[in-house]
């Protein structure tokens, strides 16, 4: 029986639509694959010696912040690991025994990427703490121990993903641990270290996650075998609908009846509000560079362009595939293309804007600093939204909105077309600094960007009907594209 | 009304629609019949510029659709569920077609009150998105949007489909409407060769792609058409 379930996995597997996508792309994600492998393989052998070399034990290092890694793994899973539940449908009514189906789907759970990730990191720390003379059995039963945490993670995700809202909780508890840390008025690692550190020094306390991890796993066995009908865990959640009308837009016309359906996009889709959030994490991508003096100098224009630019990418990069499942009534309405792009450019302007507001924070660092990211944002507003609305009209990977995975990016929206558009959005601005640190100071490199900004903005109409002329050659094919779901 | 022409699509070598020339006057409504993969769906979505034709033209009131975009003013359309925006409530998206159509919100509030029994109470008001109502419920919805905004070509992809006894003869009333008004050219697609009796002046059965019955209906129609489907 299990043969027949490997069998469909392999089917669904190398008929999946990222699986068909060009050779170039194979490449392009089997390289991606690696260089993050190589980091994470590269950290857990390096992080002995590093931590070692800052004269600090790395064992008890690592368990002090054990706490916070699984924390941060579980907001990660609720976020973004999908639950594998639909495909058990068609097997319901054929001869296969619900147990089996039960083990299997949750044993296919045990192979995801979310978990096997933490393998590349642990493995490699693990042999060599044993190569640097660690108790061997002490390090296995570590290792263990960690891992059972890992799936535990794992478990509980399944078990809480029905709850909409709960990553928010997760987020709050570690931002509230963090902050008490960091201001020093209770530091929730004086807790957990003894424990995570007694997993290698006591022998048998590994076995307290290993025991939880079984118990959790019949736990969600029991859950998932009882609710194994169509009206119980195979049900799809109905939501309350509420009726918005956003009348306010109504002044602006056609253009405010495409942002009136965007907003509502954004808001009652459950991918598109993963996108929300991601671009909110974008404005703090800004303190790795700030006030961070290793880093060189013409690296903050990058820091300035991602600050305000979070929506931008992560949103703007999908136009218009977030309209894709019903393209078909799009193009045959009477809406004149332009209405249409105008529409998302607007929005990506309003957010990039928003973005640059809430950005403020950033004074703390001084006026330059903050000055970087406006100039980043006009350069945002006056070139990067075009370009992006261009790339727009090669990404033909039909979006579905009630699922929240993929939201770092689709595999199959790599193509090399969107990729080479996505080059000037970064490279361009870093070379225009850059041109100006060297022949001049700072204020020159700024200049030059925002001069860049303001002249994209001044072409907007002519651009404009570019990429009006471009969706309108590619509208047959993106229809056809949109139409072969997965 | 329409015009077509020479029209024909292939794929990769094969013909799946091939229609030397069709023409359907202003007001008429016209029924298209035929087996899966006769062709119905590839020539309403060559209708509305959807897929691009592999030889020929269609010219909807002398537009051209592949060249100009101006028929989109006044043809009205449901081919099935990709036409209907997920997130939205029934209302939303009567408002939205409706904006885009230029329709006030009294214009759509009127079709709503004048269609109330066909929606039999399932679709206004329920608290539901589109996404979570059943098939058949969708497709009320679908077919009412085609009709704001007056539009003076409605085209209707197996409208009969999942539908109840009831709805469907509620829904041949609506069609027998619109064909009553002279200003109104209807185009249905069915499978269900009685119901395209009942509500088109004029039946064509598509075979393979090809146009192999043209009859303006008469008492005899329904016995040719289902001997000749008969096999």
């Known amino acids: 029986m299990i043969k027949k379930f490997i069998y469909l996995e392999w089917k669904a597997f190398t008929r999946s639509a990222s699986f068909g996508a060009s050779m170039a792309m194979k490449i392009l994600i089997g390289f991606f694959m690696v260089y993050f492998s190589i980091i994470f393989i590269g950290a857990g052998v390096g992080a002995f010696y590093l931590l070692k070399k800052m004269n600090l034990e790395p064992l008890v290092t690592i368990n002090k912040f054990l706490i916070y890694y699984f924390l941060f793994d579980l907001v990660i899973r609720l976020l973004m690991q999908a639950i594998p539940v639909l495909n058990i449908k068609p097997l319901l009514v054929l001869p296969f025994k619900k147990p089996t189906i039960v083990h299997f789907s949750l044993g296919k759970t045990a192979l995801s990427f979310f978990n096997w990730v933490h393998g590349l990191f642990f493995i490699p720390f693990s042999i060599v703490l044993i190569i640097e003379g660690y108790d061997v059995l002490g390090i296995i039963f570590w290792f263990m121990a960690v891992f059972s945490i890992i799936y535990i993670n794992n478990f509980l995700n399944i078990i809480l993903s029905n709850i909409d809202k709960l990553f928010v909780v997760f987020v709050g508890i570690a931002l509230a641990f963090g902050a008490a840390q960091y201001y020093k008025l209770f530091d929730i690692t004086v807790f957990t270290t003894p424990f995570f550190q007694g997993l290698y020094d006591i022998k048998g306390l590994f076995l307290i996650p290993v025991l939880v991890l079984v118990g959790l796993y019949s736990f969600t066995f029991k859950y998932f075998k009882s609710n194994l009908f169509l009206d119980a865990g195979l049900s799809k959640k109905i939501d309350i609908a509420t009726t918005e009308n956003l009348s306010w837009l109504n002044q602006f016309g056609t253009l405010g009846t495409f942002l009136k359906n965007d907003i509502k996009l954004i808001k009652r889709n459950k991918r598109s509000k993963t996108t929300l959030i991601m671009s909110f994490f974008f404005l703090f991508y800004g303190l790795i560079f700030f006030g961070n003096s290793q880093q060189p100098v013409v690296m903050h224009i990058f820091a300035g362009i991602f600050v305000s630019g979070g929506f931008l990418f992560v949103f703007g990069q999908f136009v218009p595939s977030w309209d894709s499942s019903y393209y078909q009534l799009m193009m045959t309405q009477n809406i004149p293309y332009r209405g249409y792009i105008t529409a998302k450019w607007w929005l990506i302007v309003i957010a990039t804007f928003a973005s640059t507001i809430l950005a403020s924070f950033y004074l703390f660092y001084g006026w330059e600093i903050y000055l970087t990211i406006v100039v980043g944002a006009i350069y945002n507003i006056g070139v990067n939204s075009h370009l992006v609305l261009l790339g727009g009209a090669f990404t033909k990977t039909p979006i579905d909105l009630s699922s929240a995975g993929g939201a770092f990016g689709d595999k199959k929206a790599f193509n090399v077309n969107t990729m080479l558009l996505s080059l000037p959005k970064i490279l361009l601005p870093l070379g225009l600094y850059g041109l100006g640190l060297y022949f001049g100071d700072k204020t020159l490199g700024l200049i030059l960007v925002a001069g860049a900004g303001v002249l994209g903005f001044i072409f907007k109409d002519k651009v404009f009907s570019l990429i009006e002329k471009r969706y309108k050659i590619e509208k047959y094919s993106t229809i056809s594209a949109y139409k072969q779901k997965n | ?231």
């Open chain 2, 1 to 231: 009304m329409i015009q077509v022409n020479q029209l024909s699509k292939k794929y990769n070598g094969t013909t799946v629609l091939n229609i030397n020339n069709l023409e359907i006057p202003k007001g008429q409504s016209f029924g298209l019949v035929g087996n899966n993969g006769a062709g119905k769906t590839t020539f309403f979505s060559l209708l509305l510029d959807l897929i691009q034709p592999s030889t020929g033209s269609i010219k909807n009131n002398d537009i051209q659709v592949n060249t100009s975009e101006n028929w989109k003013s006044f043809t009205g359309s449901f081919l099935d569920e990709s036409f209907l925006i997920g997130y939205l409530t029934p209302e939303e998206y009567f408002y939205f077609i409706g904006d885009l159509r230029h329709q006030n919100k009294a214009d759509i509030d009127a079709l709503l009150v004048q269609h109330e029994e066909f929606f039999n109470g399932e679709i206004l008001n329920n608290k539901k998105y589109l996404r979570d109502l059943s098939k058949g419920n969708q497709k009320k919805v679908g077919i009412i949007a085609t009709l704001i905004g007056n539009p003076e070509v409605v085209i209707l992809d197996e409208p009969f489909a999942n539908l109840d006894p009831t709805t469907v003869s509620r829904l041949k009333k609506i069609i027998k409407d619109l064909a009553d008004n002279p200003n109104v050219t209807v185009l249905v697609s069915s499978h269900d060769l009685q119901h395209t009796v009942e509500v088109c002046d004029r039946i064509v059965a598509l075979n393979k792609g090809e146009i192999v019955k043209d009859i303006q209906t008469s008492r005899e129609t329904l016995q040719e058409l289902e001997s000749f489907f008969a096999v």
